[in-house]
T-cell receptor, first 115, second 114 residues
Framework: AQSVAQPEDQVNVAEGNPLTVKCTYS??????LFWYVQYPNRGLQFLLK??????LVKGSYGFEAEFNKSQTSFHLKKPSALVSDSALYFC?????????????FGTGTRLLVSP | EAQVTQNPRYLITVTGKKLTVTCSQN?????MSWYRQDPGLGLRQIYY???????DKGDVPEGYKVSRKEKRNFPLILESPSPNQTSLYFC?????????????FGDGTRLSIL
């Protein structure tokens, strides 16, 4: 079955340390992948997407994501975390079937960056 | 400023009392969607619209209605709300198919159905 998974409910990291938020997927065909961030009491905001091309995708707020086809992963990364990065992060993937395609979101990972 | 505006932001109501959540976007986007967000389930699409007068069901459409009479507006209607529709709702818009294009989201509407 086609799906997207975020295996960690929460990630804790100290300010200044590198952070990684994990995302794995299972799709038929070429994967189209997105990361969105949700700050408290706000809607989701687009961070970055992978459609094709370089495996390292750069996005907003200093975030980047690495597409790994062999591991079917699209992990979100940042070299140096900020307290203000604390938020809920969602990975999303295009799922395609005969006659339709749609975007499916993961269950979200809460990132807590401590001072 | 490009934005998606939802109203109300918060609503507490009772079972069976019809309600409408409004959504408006100022970016001339073709696509609009409604999602609900529940703990442990992420975002699930309720309905979407590809253009004026064109709507289709998402993954969890039961108990909801939508309409798209104008390009900028996409209201969500709960004809007879029930407690299992208590959730956080988001409206989103995109220039094209959200499977390819980034979406802009409203700030959400928290509904409590008693």
């Amino acid at each position: 079955a086609q799906s997207v998974a975020q295996p960690e409910d929460q990630v804790n990291v100290a300010e200044g340390n590198p952070l990684t938020v994990k995302c794995t997927y299972s799709v038929s065909g070429n994967p189209y992948l997105f990361w969105y961030v949700q700050y408290p009491n706000r809607g989701l905001q687009f961070l970055l997407k992978y459609i094709t091309g370089d495996n390292l995708v750069k996005g907003s707020y200093g975030f980047e994501a690495e597409f790994n086809k062999s591991q079917t992963s699209f992990h979100l990364k940042k070299p140096s975390a900020l307290v203000s990065d604390s938020a809920l992060y969602f990975c999303a993937v295009r799922i395609r079937n005969t006659g339709f395609q749609k975007l499916v979101f993961g269950t979200g990972t809460r990132l807590l960056v401590s001072p | 400023e490009a934005q998606v505006t939802q109203n109300p932001r918060y609503l507490i109501t009772v079972t069976g009392k019809k309600l409408t959540v409004t959504c408006s976007q100022n970016m001339n986007h073709e696509y609009m969607s409604w999602y609900r967000q529940d703990p442990g389930l992420g975002l699930r699409q309720i309905y979407y619209s590809m253009n004026v007068e064109v709507t289709d069901k998402g993954d969890v459409p039961e108990g909801y209605k939508v309409s798209r009479k104008e390009k900028r507006n996409f209201p969500l209607i709960l004809e007879s709300p029930s407690p299992n529709q208590t959730s956080l709702y988001f409206c989103a818009s995109s220039l094209g198919d959200p499977a390819f294009q980034p979406q802009h989201f409203g700030d959400g509407t928290r509904l409590s159905i008693l």
